[in-house]
């Protein structure tokens, strides 16, 4: 039973153009949101969060929105650069495990076309 | 050089033989993770730590055991009882704080022949 969901495995995109990526969440306890970016055998990097308290996150070309009574985050990268091109996983905390503790959704790869 | 070193990057075992993954990191923080990724799938969270000493299971427990004997180290046994043991490797830590940011390590791929 996912709690934290990535529908779209794959994504493509234009180098210059905006790419959209989305997760939705079931557990209504989550009460805080990360974006993480990965490359092949590497580990994931941090790229931004926010809290259930914002619906909005900006930081340079990223911002994340949250839509709290849809249970759905999207992050937005504007404008997308080839650089970009990586696995992108959405993670949720809230406090009905572990306070701490992250379930991560399946992941969306991004592919930027120059 | 501040960071979270896993080591080895890769690394092949045997069926039926225990391997243990490395985890160490000089950044004071006090808690600790280990991460299982599978081709096309998400992170699932083996075992965390948040103080020395003391950890507990996380989603996906059976067939591995930790230590915390040192706030800088958190090692990873995968056993002989773990069914599907080939995968990526994850250790990650953040300080404990409840909107700290969780940094991983560089992973370490386990294959099992």
């Known amino acids: 039973d996912q709690q934290v969901k990535q529908n779209s495995p794959s994504l493509s995109v234009q180098e210059g153009r905006i790419s959209i990526l989305n997760c939705d969440y079931t557990?209504?306890?989550?009460?805080?949101f990360l974006w993480y970016k990965k490359y092949p055998a590497e580990g994931p990097t941090f790229l931004i969060s926010?809290?259930?308290?914002?619906d909005k996150n900006e930081d340079g070309r990223f911002t994340v929105f949250l839509n709290k009574s849809a249970k759905h985050l999207s992050l937005h990268i504007v404008p997308s650069q080839p650089g970009d091109s990586a696995v992108y996983f959405c993670a949720a905390r809230g406090m009905s495990g572990a306070g701490n503790m992250l379930t991560f959704g399946g992941g969306t790869r991004l592919m930027v076309k120059p | 050089d501040g960071g979270i070193t896993q080591s080895p990057k890769y690394l092949f075992r045997k069926e039926g033989q225990n391997v243990t993954l490395s985890c160490e990191q000089n950044l004071n923080h006090d808690a600790m993770y280990w991460y299982r990724q599978d081709p096309g799938q998400g992170l699932r969270l083996i075992y965390y730590?948040?103080?020395?000493?003391?950890?507990q299971k996380g989603d996906i427990a059976e067939g591995y055991s930790v230590s915390r004997e040192k706030k800088e180290s958190f090692p990873l046994t995968v056993t002989s009882a773990q069914k599907n043991p080939t995968a990526f490797y994850l250790c990650a830590t953040n300080r404990g704080g409840y909107t700290d940011t969780q940094y991983f390590g560089p992973g370490t791929r386990l294959t099992v022949l």
């Open positions: 730590s948040q103080i020395v000493n003391d950890f």
């Open positions: 926010i809290s259930s308290i914002k």
């Open positions: 557990n209504s306890m989550f009460d805080y």
